[in-house]
Antibody, heavy 120, light 110 residues
Framework: EVHLLESGGGLLQPGGSLRLSCAAS????????MTWVRQAPGKGLEWVSG????????YYADSVKGRFTISRDNSKNTLFLQMNSLRGEDTAVYYC?????????????WGQGTLVTVSS | QSVLTQPPSASGTPGQRVTISCSGS????????VDWYLQLPGTAPKLLIY???QRPSGVPDRFSGSKSGTSASLAISGLQSEDEADYYC???????????FGTGTKVTVL
């Protein structure tokens, strides 16, 4: 059974940094693209970033480009999102999701999410 | 600001058919396939429809998707109380080089 478990969320001040992790199990992690999606309180879904199975190709939303970095450790079945220069508008629940195949393909499994709150 | 536009709400009585629209452009819906997700309150989204009207295992055939040009639609037939949720369309956007979600539609079962 596929299982995705995010961790690393918390409360921090504007300008701060945070690294989210997503531990994956139940599938051959390195064979699939992975994605981060976020949802601000009371708002809709926003795609944040995606990465290919090998980690070679990465993709970012314009809203986070240059501030966030997606990466993965296939030896530990773990996905990461390094978030720098955080702003209030980055406050959201961050979901880790598995792509059906490659990065950019539909998201067939999701984690339960981790809350990031940016506030002074 | 999303590049895929959905109506904010839709409703129907049990047993009715409800349709949700998703309007995009040539760089997203017009050049690829559309995915649909369902999100129950307080839970993570769930994939409902993907590719050419394919349903993941466990999704009932009451849910179906279609596409015409730069627009897509999700139809829910035989509406049930458990269908009350938020629904999002999504697609890859070649211009943005990213995956984009629709604005979301809240479905209410009257």
């Amino acid at each position: 059974e596929v299982h995705l478990l995010e961790s690393g969320g918390g409360l921090l001040q504007p300008g701060g940094s945070l690294r989210l992790s997503c531990a994956a199990s139940g599938f051959t992690f390195s064979s699939y693209g992975m994605t981060w999606v976020r949802q601000a309180p009371g708002k809709g879904l926003e795609w944040v970033s995606g990465i290919s199975g090998s980690g070679t190709n990465t993709y970012y939303a314009d809203s986070v480009k240059g501030r966030f970095t997606i990466s993965r450790d296939n030896s530990k079945n773990t996905l990461f999102l390094q978030m720098n220069s955080l702003r209030g508008e980055d406050t959201a629940v961050y979901y880790c999701a598995k792509n059906i195949v490659v990065a950019g393909s539909p998201l067939d499994y999701w984690g339960q999410g981790t809350l990031v709150t940016v506030s002074s | 600001q999303s590049v895929l536009t959905q109506p904010p709400s839709a409703s129907g009585t049990p047993g009715q058919r409800v349709t949700i629209s998703c309007s995009g452009s040539s760089s997203n819906i017009g050049s690829g396939t559309v995915d649909w997700y369902l999100q129950l309150p307080g839970t993570a989204p769930k994939l409902l429809i993907y590719g050419h009207n394919q349903r993941p295992s466990g999704v009932p055939d009451r849910f179906s998707g279609s596409k015409s040009g730069t627009s897509a639609s999700l139809a829910i037939s035989g509406l049930q109380s458990e269908d009350e949720a938020d629904y999002y369309c999504a697609a890859w956007d070649d211009s943005l080089n990213g995956y984009v979600f629709g604005t979301g539609t809240k479905v209410t079962v009257l």
